[in-house]
């Protein structure tokens, strides 16, 4: 059974940063494309970034340039590292595991000065 659990969540300031993390548990994460989703009140979820097995990667556009994700096959870990965060980046952060249609439990963003 593929577990994801995510980590790094916060209060920033905007214009501050926050890097999340998430662990992931379960066989072939290196063969797995995985990504970054979130959700903020009364909104749609909407994809944040992916990053395939051989490390393309693709950007939501609302955070092209400011958010990197990145990848830690031999720990399996996957990371989102987000600068010059605005308060309109304010949302859950899910984790997903395409393959198996895997979410985490979610970690809380809040920028607010």
């Known amino acids: 059974q593929v577990q994801l659990v995510e980590s790094g969540g916060g209060l920033v300031l905007p214009g501050g940063s926050l890097r999340l993390s998430c662990a992931a548990s379960?066989?072939?994460?290196?063969?797995?494309?995985m990504g970054w989703y979130r959700q903020a009140p009364g909104k749609q979820r909407e994809l944040v970034a992916s990053?395939?097995?051989?490390?393309?990667?693709e950007y939501g556009d609302a955070v092209k340039g400011r958010f990197t994700i990145s990848r830690d096959n031999a720990k399996k870990m996957l990371y989102l590292q987000m600068n010059s965060l605005k308060p309109e980046d304010t949302a859950v952060y899910y984790c997903?595991?395409?393959?198996?249609?895997?979410w985490g439990q979610g970690t809380q963003v809040t920028v607010s000065s």
């Open positions: 997903y595991r395409y393959a198996t249609r895997s």
């Open positions: 379960g066989s072939i994460f290196s063969l797995s494309t």
């Open positions: 990053i395939s097995s051989s490390r393309n990667t």
